[in-house]
């Protein structure tokens, strides 16, 4: 991977995350403040509202988690009647988000969103 920038190491493992997950539609990394740092969402979603909506529901949910005596967030999804929006922390300053089909095996879903976020935090 010389060579490459952060931003297209980061993007290149956002698009083997979906090719090994065909339930994964779309996927992002964005900043906790609510920049979009990689993505890879098809042309018809805004990028700078998928980052923002991802950093505050992360923060929301965190403290939701904390205050309520559930430990560290491990994931926040929501589920709508198209499918999922599943966000889990890459280290301490970012955020990766999913988008996943509503038929979506979510175990499979959230066990290769771990191992990504692992990479995307070695990478960041």
């Known amino acids: 991977m010389a060579g490459k920038s952060r931003t297209e190491r980061m993007v290149e493992r956002l698009r ?14 964005v900043s906790v403040d609510g920049l979009s740092i990689a993505s890879s ?20 949910g965190e403290r939701i988690a904390s205050e309520l005596g559930r ?5 926040v999804y929501v589920k709508g009647i198209g499918g999922y929006v599943i966000l889990t922390a890459v280290g301490e300053e970012a955020v990766l988000t999913v ?15 771990r191992r990504a976020a692992e990479e995307l935090s070695d990478i960041l």
């Open 71 to 75: 430990g560290n967030l491990d994931e």
């Open 16 to 29: 083997e995350l979906q090719m090994s997950t065909p339930d994964i539609e779309a996927s992002a990394v």
């Open 99 to 113: 988008l996943a089909r509503g038929g979506a095996k979510l175990g499979l879903v959230f066990l290769e969103m």
């Open 41 to 60: 969402l098809p042309g018809d979603v805004e990028e700078d509202r998928v980052s923002a909506m991802s950093a505050a529901m992360l923060s929301l």
